[in-house]
């Protein structure tokens, strides 16, 4: 894990990095004044897209930022991979749906946890960006 000037970043490659992705991600949002609920879904969030990074893409990396401005605090996460990219997105948003024989609800569930999510997918990059908002 190394800072940045607004956050952390935290290479993706095995489990460990999963809970230190998570941890960063809480505990930015409980400095930036979330609420414990607001934590947990963020947490929840950060550690869904690190473990997808671990199935699908072997390695990546999440960068976890305050982008707070003078009316809202804000926290950023983007977690991208270098892997062979997500082949129909429709149909990986779509609760049910799994490729490796789980539930289905990672990227739908992440989406509805987050107020802000994104998400561009080819083969070589999967990037995921997602926020957290609230006014001060």
Known sequence: MTSTPFGQ????????????????AREL??????????????????????RNVIQYAGTGHCLIEDGSDALNRRIQVV??????????????????????????AGLPGTRRLVDDFQIESAPGLTRISIALNKPF
């Open 79 to 104: 977690v991208e991979d270098q892997g062979p990219g997500i082949a129909n997105l429709e149909q990986a948003l779509t609760y049910g749906y799994s490729t490796s024989g789980g539930l289905g």
């Open 29 to 50: 949002c409980e400095r930036l004044g979330f609420g414990k609920a607001d934590q947990t879904r963020l947490a929840t969030a950060v550690s869904e897209l690190a």
């Open 9 to 24: 970043r935290v290479e993706i490659g095995d489990a460990a990095d999963i809970v230190t992705a998570r941890r960063a």
